[in-house]
């Protein structure tokens, strides 16, 4: 099966930069995605590893290493409405299908 | 607005009841997928549906069952229902069926009394 791994909780003040990690194990691996969900809300994507490397998308990058089962994601010049939980999903093809398995969150924390 | 809609938005039901939970995708998204959340169990795969046709299965229980239709919008059933079973459901789209980019419909929140 699959198994993903991240902190429960991180907590940063506003204008900092915050790193999210990731650690996955997986068959069929076929990348990995980020989403955020606002208390109540629904998740929302941010972005997508399927190659090594960093993937940028304005204040918020991912970066993956498929050789450690790593990835994470790096908020910059952080705002209280990042306050949020950040999951980290893996794209996965066992079974011919593709199921996008979620790690159970990390909620953000975001002070003034 | 991801563009996917959910209704019920909310539902109370009594445990042994039956409950259908109904998706319409984004426009031109051909994959439906079914997830569960609970407090203590996060975001659980339950489905994937691909233009009418199941692609993908998840934990999903034999009590629930779900189907896209040919207008691609889906249905999730849920039967003999148990406490357990309150959560938020989500359902979510995307355009084909590779999943690297998935759309959530704000979910339906069940309670089981």
């Known amino acids: 099966g699959q198994s993903l791994e991240q902190p429960s909780e991180v907590t940063a003040v506003e204008g900092a930069i915050v790193q999210i990690n990731c650690t996955y194990q997986?068959?069929?691996?076929?990348?990995l995605s980020w989403y955020q969900q606002h208390d109540g809300g629904a998740p929302t994507f941010l972005s997508y590893?399927?190659?090594?490397g960093l993937e940028e998308t304005g204040r918020f990058s991912s970066f993956l290493s498929r050789s450690d089962s790593y990835g994470y994601l790096l908020l910059q010049e952080l705002q209280m409405k990042d306050s949020a939980s950040y999951f980290c999903?893996?794209?996965?093809?066992?079974?011919?299908?593709?199921?996008?398995?979620f790690g159970t969150g990390t909620q953000l924390k975001v002070e003034l | 607005d991801s563009g996917v809609t959910q209704t019920p938005k909310h539902l109370i039901t009594a445990t042994g009841q039956r409950v259908t939970l109904r998706c319409s995708p984004r426009s031109g998204d051909l994959s439906v997928y079914w997830y569960q959340q609970s407090l203590d169990q996060g975001l659980q795969f339950l489905i994937q549906?691909?233009?009418?046709?199941?692609?993908a299965k998840g934990n999903i229980l034999e009590r629930f069952s779900a189907q896209q239709f040919p207008d691609l919008h889906s249905e999730l059933n849920l039967s003999s229902l148990e406490l357990g079973d309150s959560a938020l459901y989500f359902c979510?789209?995307?355009?084909?069926?590779?999943?690297?980019?998935?759309?959530f419909g704000e979910g339906s929140w069940l309670t089981v009394v």
């Open positions: 979510a789209s995307s355009e084909g069926d590779s999943g690297n980019t998935i759309y």
């Open positions: 997986t068959s069929g691996f076929y990348g």
């Open positions: 590893n399927g190659l090594d």
């Open positions: 549906y691909y233009n009418g046709e199941e692609r």
């Open positions: 999903a893996v794209r996965d093809r066992t079974g011919g299908g593709n199921k996008l398995t």
